[in-house]
Every structure is written in C-alpha cells, then in structure tokens.
C-alpha cells in the first residue's frame, strides 16, 4: 500500500494517522532525509489531509471536500507553503515575518495566527528547511514553541546537523529513509511507462541500483543525455593536463540543457560531483596500493589518470565534497563549477579560496 499514492514511507504515514486518531498531533516537526525521497510530497499530502473536512481512515484525504478542492488547487487560505527563492542562498525574512513595511504583518508566522477560514486548523510546510539565515531561524522559533491551537508547521529539511539546536529541540523529528531498490524501480517504470518513454529493463534495473534510494537520481540516471555526459566527464577527468577550462564549460552547459528551473539544473551538477568523486575515491584507494571496489569499467582511464598522486587526488574529492555541500546553497551554480574546476587543476587553489 502506498499512502497517497506516495510510495516507501508507509509507516511515518501510519504514526501520523495514529497520532490524529487520538488528537495528538504535534505543533511542530522537522523532516529530514536525503534529497529525493519524498519528503516535500509527503509533507503536501499530509498537510491536505490534516486540513480536510472528513478524512478517511489512515489520514487519507477525501478528495472531494471544499477543503480538498482549494489544497489541490494550491489556493488553500489555511495551507500556507514556504519556500527558498531560486535566486536566493537562505530563506528571506520577508517570507516568515514580512517585509519592512509589513513586519509582523505578514509572512507565514503572521497568517499562522489567523483563525482557520475553511479548514479546522492552520498547516505550513516550510521546504528548503537546510537554508534558514540565523535571523529567520530565532524568528520562527517563537512560533514553533508556541503554535496556536491545533496548528501544524511542517519543517523539511536534509539533515538534523543543518538545523540550530534551537529549532531541533522545538520540533518532532521525521526520519525519512532512502527508498529500497524496489520502490525505486517500480516509480520508474510507471513513470516512464506513463510518458511513452521506452526503457529497457536492464536499464530501469541500472538505475534503481545505482541510485542510492533517491528518486531523483534515478530519474537522472535514465536520462541519455546523463549517461552521454557521464562519458564524456569521464573523458575530461582522463586528460593530461587536465583542461579547467573545458570541463567548466561542458560541465555547465549539461547543467543549463536541464532547462530553466533550478532543481533539475541541481540534480545534474550534483550527478556530475558525484560522479566525479567516484573517480577520485577510486584512484585514492588504487594509489593507496588497494584494489578497486568498484567494477566500472567506464570510468577506468579517468582513475588512472588520477591514481599516483596521493596528495593531488586528497584535495581533488576534498574539493569536490565541499562543492557538492554547495550545491544547494549557492545561487549561482556556474562560479561554484569554476571554483571547483580550477581546484582539480591547481590544488595550491583550495588554500585561498
Ligand atoms: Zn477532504
């Protein structure tokens, strides 16, 4: 069974229905789990459903009600979704508590106070909940202590290290896990299935092993213009003397071919530094006089490029595992490629920045 068609976190759904069953649902909760699981659908769902006039039993969403009718249109008065502008490396203040003109007459903590309009209680769903300034985060803090009655604020972040202690310690912690191999690949199959898309099996097993029980990233690894670029990266990697400037280039233009939306453009410079680092850790335990763990015969010229050079191959998945740390929090992903191009060619670089 999938809880609203959302498939692999059954249980948390099933903690949620207990806890509305016995009127125990909490003010505030903090989801975190890697990206691609399903945390921000999770979070919506649970939120349409804690605001519909007659859910039915195991917290399901009627689907029909006035209720339902405005969350699925995404106009619902008492759903209030917050999250980070594209353009932007934090949450702006604005967003929480209004702007200048506006303070504390505005912003999600402002409405959360409002007497519901349609819905029995207030729901807000915070995404991006890894990039708070410290600003907004002590300003949400007032309102996650104290939550008018029944109100629900739903917290979706990555990882409980990203959060100020502050704001853990106020809320329910969600644990989402990475989905299983299986889910991964079913989603896949109907998902490709239902765009007419034709994918060989093989294929569809390919990706739902190799990624990691993150949807997106599986959805990334069946993509042919990936496998194309994953090639061809692994090309780059191999040439002697390394070409910064080429890599930077075609890295880039992978990443802005994913179209104009920001998250899809992330999906693939993080595919890209993964793969990347998978080169790196390879040559650093070949160079280490290990065997290789890996059987990918794909990306055998790029590690030996890189094998030898213990130091060379330290500063290179050093750099790149603080670029991928990055992804998320820079606005603009071609200065974060440069930087992290010109590191793999001249490591004496990461020292200054
Ligand atoms: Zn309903």
């Given at each position: 069974m999938a809880w609203q068609g959302i498939e692999g976190h059954d249980a948390i759904a099933e903690r949620f229905a207990a806890a509305h069953a016995r009127g125990r649902i909490a003010g505030s909760y903090l989801f975190v789990g890697?990206?691609?699981?399903?945390k921000g659908t999770f979070a919506l769902a649970l939120a349409k459903s804690l605001a519909c006039e007659r859910p039915g039993?195991?917290?399901?969403?009627?689907?029909?009600?006035a209720s339902c009718v405005q969350a699925e249109a995404g106009s619902h008065p008492d759903i209030d979704v917050v999250r980070k502008p594209e353009d932007r490396s934090t949450i702006p203040l604005e967003l929480l508590i209004g702007d200048d003109e506006h303070r504390m007459r505005d912003g999600l903590c402002w409405r959360?106070?409002?007497?519901?309009a349609l819905a029995t209680r207030k729901v807000a769903v915070i995404m991006?909940?890894?990039?708070?300034s410290d600003e907004a985060a002590n300003c949400l803090l007032k309102t996650l202590e104290?939550?008018?009655?029944g109100a629900a604020i739903m917290l979706v972040g990555?990882?409980?290290?990203?959060?100020?202690p502050t704001i853990r310690s106020r809320c329910q912690v969600i644990r989402f896990a990475p989905l299983t191999t299986e889910v991964v690949r079913r989603i896949l199959e109907r998902e490709t299935a239902a765009s007419g898309t034709a994918v060989e099996a093989a294929a569809l097993d390919r990706s739902a092993d190799a990624c990691g029980g993150s949807l997106a990233r599986g959805r990334l690894l069946l993509d042919p213009e990936s496998t194309s670029f994953r090639g061809r990266l692994f090309d780059l990697l191999a040439?002697?003397?390394?070409?910064s400037v080429d890599l930077a280039r075609e890295t880039l233009a992978f990443v802005e071919?994913?179209?104009?939306?920001a998250p899809p453009r992330r999906a693939r410079l993080r595919a890209t530094l993964e793969a990347a680092l998978e080169v790196f850790r390879e040559a650093g335990r070949h160079t280490a006089g290990g065997q290789g763990t890996t059987e990918r015969p794909d990306g055998a010229a790029a590690i030996d490029a890189w094998s030898g050079d213990p130091d060379r191959v330290a500063a290179a998945a050093a750099c790149t595992l603080d670029a991928l740390d990055a992804v998320d929090r820079n606005a603009n992903l071609g200065v974060l490629v440069d930087a992290w191009t010109a590191v793999l060619e001249e490591p004496r670089l990461a020292r200054n920045g």
């Open positions: 890697p990206p691609g699981v399903g039993p195991g917290l399901v969403a009627c689907g029909g009600c959360i106070l409002l007497r519901p991006d909940a890894d990039h708070f104290e939550p008018p009655d990555t990882a409980l290290e990203r959060q100020l040439t002697r003397p390394l070409r071919a994913a179209g104009k939306e």
